[in-house]
């Protein structure tokens, strides 16, 4: 299983990000995702996760309301859709997958993309 991760860059606060993660050598509806973010200095944290049938979703209080995350199990994806942001949420990204369920801890995930950067200017 591979997971590719996209979306990243440079945003003024108030402005919106939309992150993608790709996975390969699975089928779309069997992996449960994640996305966790690590900020400098900071430990990983997570952010946001959904159900492999995509029925079901957690966040983050930091990030309810603002972030949305989707999957495409057609397109064998999961999207992280971030508008409001703010300074804080800079960090790296990450997406994660595993095949038990809904998860909030990285150790949870047996699956990672690679980082990618979010930056929110202020």
């Known amino acids: 299983v591979q997971l590719q991760a996209s979306g990243g860059g440079l945003v003024e606060a108030g402005g919106s990000l939309r992150k993608s993660c790709a996975a390969s050598?699975?089928?779309?509806?069997?992996?449960?995702m994640g996305w966790f973010r690590q900020a400098p200095g900071k430990e990983r944290e997570f952010v946001a996760a959904?159900?492999?049938?995509?029925?079901?979703?957690d966040y983050a209080d930091s990030v309810k309301g603002r972030f949305t995350i989707s999957k495409d199990s057609a397109k064998n994806a999961v999207y992280l859709q971030m508008n409001s942001l703010k300074p804080e949420d800079t960090a790296v990204y990450y997406c994660?997958?595993?095949?038990?369920?809904?998860?909030?801890?990285?150790?949870?995930?047996?699956?990672w993309g690679q980082g990618t950067l979010v930056t929110v200017s202020s």
């Open positions: 959904i159900s492999r049938s995509g029925t079901s979703k």
């Open positions: 050598g699975v089928a779309g509806n069997l992996l449960n």
């Open positions: 994660a997958g595993n095949r038990v369920g809904t998860a909030r801890r990285w150790f949870e995930h047996g699956f």
